[in-house]
């Protein structure tokens, strides 16, 4: 059982930062490939950045490209998703998943969320 633990949410102006964090428990942190997803209101969850065990590869979703950046800290078993640039379309609310199984890049299905934090990007 993989528990994941978002945090850094919050209102922000448009062309502001955050940096979301997602704690994860188990001794295995390092294995699992972590993910960032968001869902705005009426809409499906849809995938926004994904990372490889190691933090060699990373993959984003195009409206997020060169604004988002995701990374891990193993010693912390905590993965970050770090938003610059943002826009009111930003706004959703972002869940972290933990593949602890998969063994092809990209993952292709996350067993495990967070309960997620509220992002909010104003005009």
């Known amino acids: 059982q993989v528990q994941l633990v978002e945090s850094g949410g919050g209102l922000v102006q448009a062309g502001g930062s955050l940096r979301l964090s997602c704690a994860a428990s188990?001794?295995?942190?390092?294995?699992?490939?972590m993910g960032w997803f968001r869902q705005a209101p009426g809409k499906e969850r849809e995938f926004v950045a994904v990372?490889?065990?190691?933090?060699?590869?990373?993959a984003y979703v195009d409206s997020v490209k060169g604004r988002f950046t995701i990374s891990r800290d193993s010693a912390k078993n905590t993965v970050y998703l770090q938003m610059d640039s943002l826009k009111p379309e930003d706004t959703a609310v972002y869940y972290c998943?933990?593949?602890?199984?998969?063994?092809?890049?990209?993952?292709?299905?996350?067993?495990?969320w967070g309960q997620g934090t509220q992002v909010t990007v104003s005009s």
């Open positions: 998943g933990a593949d602890p199984y998969g063994s092809t890049w990209p993952p292709l299905a996350f067993p495990y």
């Open positions: 188990g001794r295995s942190f390092s294995s699992y490939f």
């Open positions: 990372i490889s065990r190691r933090g060699g590869n990373t």
